[in-house]
């Protein structure tokens, strides 16, 4: 009888710590869903927050991810079309396209990726105007941004030059700012090669002419393709294409922004 007793009384304690760890997996899968209700983009490209260990860690990434702001630079605009083509047209009624248009239309599809992903986001111009160089690296400074990325097209006097290319400015040191100019350059380049498909002409530094001297962050200037290749103003001429350019300078953003968020002392797990 004392036996049976204390069979149950085993069983009975059993069924209880089952009882409470089932309470606790669904507490847990709760939140974890939550969270990727909210913001399902964000969860989308950083899978590795998925694992219930990476969640807490998720925590830290979300606390240092809200310290960063990006701004997103549209070349030319206003009076400057940038490229334009058919090249060197003095009518401007004879202008089929002009690289100002482009620019914009790819960092306003940037813009709504990072911010709905949490991301803290600010624009140079947000429409057809004119902005000088130095005024936009201005903004960039007092806005204390983490990143300026710029957004252009590309156009040479031979028309079978095609492809991206993504600057840097090389005075952009890792001690300062987790991340070397030309890394940051070669994380967007590679993931603008792998969406759009197109010819890899690589990263380079930036001239001093398009240096935009005054700012303090690290510089990404992007030329997503050549206005002046038929192929490449083919593609840009679709809404497809330009999508491709904004998700592929997305990704090359948020890996930036993890390599800085690593080097500031709480890295996240990496997979
Ligand atoms: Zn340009």
Redesign the pocket.
Known sequence: MIKMVRNYSYIIFGVAVIVFLVIAATILTNAVSKHEENNPSFTKNISWLNSPIDSINSITYKQKIKEKLVVIDP??GGDDP??IYPHNNTNSKLIEVS?KDF?LDISLKLYDLLKNSGIRVEMTRQDDRTLKLQDRGELANRLNASLFVSI???SYKISSRNGTTTYFNPSINAASYGITGKRAAQLVQKELVKELGTIDIGVRELTPKMMYSNTKMPIVLA?VAYISNDSDRQNLNTEKFRMKAAQGLYVGILNILNEMIAADGSPPTQP
């Open positions: 070349g030319h940038g490229a690289e620019n252009h097209n590309d030329e």
